[in-house]
């Protein structure tokens, strides 16, 4: 298929207000890709199969498929400096930059440009023959050369890298006509912009192939990109993309969450499958383990993957160690990294971000800061894929790989690495759990349908975060507790209380923690001088410090003196400009209890 083909086709398409018009308009584009000039299929005719690979991802403004970590590397002014070059002697960048302040977009502004008969090393060197075609501009560009030289580009690196990347963008602008220039400025640029997103192509591979929607969307979720799918459609139809895995080494999206409450998933579900949620950066992990090579070095091999794809692998040592470690069977990993203290305490999120992403000195920023891998889900062990299983069963085969042939029946606290979900109806049981996530340092606890398949890309409702607290209630504190081991010298566990209609401060619950030692530190001294008696650990306090406490819901229970109960209370801060006499009314709870 030639450029100006494709560029004609994102014309109409971005002209075509109607979605479903557009889905036609692609679902055409995509046949019209897949078919020799006379209209006859793969595998009847013999078609160029990348080029409908590239057209279904350069229709979203893709150039590589999701899954794969290249990019082109070009800033917009090497894309200018390419426009200008091909634009003539008399045009520079600058010029390109004016236009672009005028008219706002660089579609248009490349399109402003007449290109062709540039000649020049990047003319040649681009893959482009300034001197063929009429006069050289348009025309005779194939959406294949397009990709080659874009791949090229990619490629290019080291030292005068930015150098040749302009030649090649010169080269391809050069053989460009408007309407070409127009797209492929956007495509170098990502902004294709044309109202084409992932859920059209999709649709449009659906109706262009003559498969079901849903297992067009079941491949793409194994293989994440959409040229193979179209291409496979194609030439195989609805039983080659059935039999489409995951490849260990090909990223998959990340299954997300939701916000939700701990009431609703009680509701909404038998059992609730509750983890604690770990502050720090999601991976993937993608490993096939090896033997030792010839001069003794392990032939693992081993990848990990941003939440977004990336690989990250030569960033984060400590996993593919771990991986080596640990997995005897292949498998794709989903976890956290979580940044650690020597004593293996969770760090805040912000520690990880000084590794994630880092390329150089990797070794002596592992000194400044360690990672931990946390997994809490598996895609895939041992040759199969597991999306369709239900998360208990995949948290099973998550242990066993973890466990590997060390089987001896361990605990699951002590498999390392290994997230551990808990199954329970009983709300108490979940709010020690969060207490417990909150105290090891953690940022709160992750609610799972027990039963519910892995859905890649989804912010469904099978997976929900605790949602931050919306209210918060001032309450005094009147009690507290000192702490066990490390926290012997801290206070703890303060118990809150509000104010009731006669001016007596009555119990409304404890919060535990949510709290830093740093800050239970900054809370001992703040409260110690109030305390008015002592029994055991246990410490009655006057009324004199206000905490702001978030909460899920207020429930009656017998168990406080007001009558109520906070569920789920966690600290916020302290109020120092509040004294008891502030803090919130036992008429206030009733109302917002409704
Ligand atoms: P958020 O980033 O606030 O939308 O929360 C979702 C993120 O929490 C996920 O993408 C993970 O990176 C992270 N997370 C931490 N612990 C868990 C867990 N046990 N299960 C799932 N995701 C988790």
């Not at 309407?179 to 859920?199: K, P």
Request: aromatic share 6%.
């Amino acid at each position: 298929m030639e450029f100006a083909t494709f560029a004609d086709r994102a014309g109409t398409i971005e002209a075509e207000p109607a979605d479903l018009e557009i889905v036609a308009h692609v679902r055409d584009l995509l046949a019209d890709a897949g078919s020799d000039s006379e209209g006859r299929r793969a595998p009847e005719a013999a078609v160029e199969p990348q080029t409908l690979e590239v057209v279904a991802r350069f229709v979203q403004g893709r150039v590589f498929p999701a899954w794969d970590s290249r990019t082109l590397d070009i800033g917009p002014s090497a894309c200018y400096e390419g426009i200008a070059r091909a634009a003539g002697t008399n045009v520079d960048a600058d010029d390109v930059e004016e236009r672009l302040a005028e008219m706002g977009e660089i579609g248009d502004v490349a399109a402003s440009y007449e290109f062709g008969g540039q000649q020049g090393l990047g003319a040649f060197t681009g893959g482009g023959d300034a001197s063929a075609g009429s006069g050289g501009n348009g025309g005779d560009l194939t959406v294949r050369e397009v990709y080659d030289t874009l791949e090229e580009l990619a490629a290019a690196e080291g030292s005068g890298s930015q150098d040749r990347k302009v030649d090649l963008l010169f080269g391809l602008f050069n053989r460009c006509a408007s309407e070409e220039a127009r797209y492929l400025a956007r495509l170098v640029l990502s902004e294709m912009r044309i109202g084409v997103g992932e859920g059209t192509v999709r649709d449009a591979i659906a109706e262009a192939f003559d498969v079901p929607g849903d297992r067009v969307e079941r491949a793409l979720q194994v293989s994440n990109d959409y040229g193979q799918v179209a291409r496979i459609a194609q030439e195989d139809g609805v039983d080659g993309l059935d039999a489409m895995d995951l490849e260990i080494g090909r990223p998959v999206q990340a299954m997300l969450a939701q916000a939700g409450t701990v009431t609703d998933a009680l509701e909404e579900w038998e059992e609730v499958g509750v983890e604690w949620k770990y502050d720090g950066a999601r991976v993937q992990l993608h490993h096939v383990p090896g033997g030792s090579g010839a001069t003794g070095e392990s032939t693992a091999e081993t990848r990990v993957f941003s939440r977004n794809m990336e690989d990250v692998t030569e960033a984060l040592p400590e996993v593919v160690e771990f991986a080596e470690r640990t997995l005897e069977e292949p498998a794709i990993l989903d976890g956290e990294v979580v940044a650690v203290d020597d004593d293996g305490t969770p760090l805040p999120f912000q520690e990880v971000l000084k590794r994630f992403r880092r390329k150089h000195d990797v070794a002596k920023a592992r000194e400044d800061v360690t990672v931990r891998p946390v997994f809490f889900d598996c895609l895939h062990a041992g040759g199969a894929d597991l999306l369709e299983e239900p998360l208990t069963a995949r948290h099973d085969r998550l242990r066993s790989v973890l466990v590997g042939s060390d089987s001896d029946a361990r605990d699951d606290e002590d498999i390392e690495g290994l997230s551990l979900l808990w199954r329970t109806d009983d709300p108490d049981e979940i709010e020690s759990i969060d207490a417990d996530a909150l105290e090891a340092g953690h940022e709160g606890i992750m609610l799972k349908d027990p039963d519910s398949t892995y859905s890649p890309g989804r912010r469904g409702k099978h997976w929900r975060k605790r949602k931050p607290d919306v209210e918060t209630i001032d309450c005094v504190v009147t009690g507290a507790e000192w702490g066990e081991g490390r926290r012997a010298t801290f206070l703890g566990t303060f118990e809150l209380s509000i104010r009731a209609g006669d001016g007596e401060l009555e119990t409304v619950g404890k919060v535990a923690t949510g709290i830093t030692d740093e800050k239970l530190a900054e809370l001992t001294e703040l409260l110690e001088p109030h305390i008015a008696a002592e029994e055991g650990q246990a410490v009655d306090l006057e009324p004199a410090v206000v905490f702001e406490v978030g909460y899920e819901e207020i429930q009656s229970s017998p168990t406080y003196s007001s009558g109520y109960a906070l569920r789920f209370p966690r600290f916020q801060a302290v109020r120092p400009d509040k004294g008891p006499e502030d803090a919130d009314t036992l008429e206030r709870l009733e109302r917002l209890r409704g």
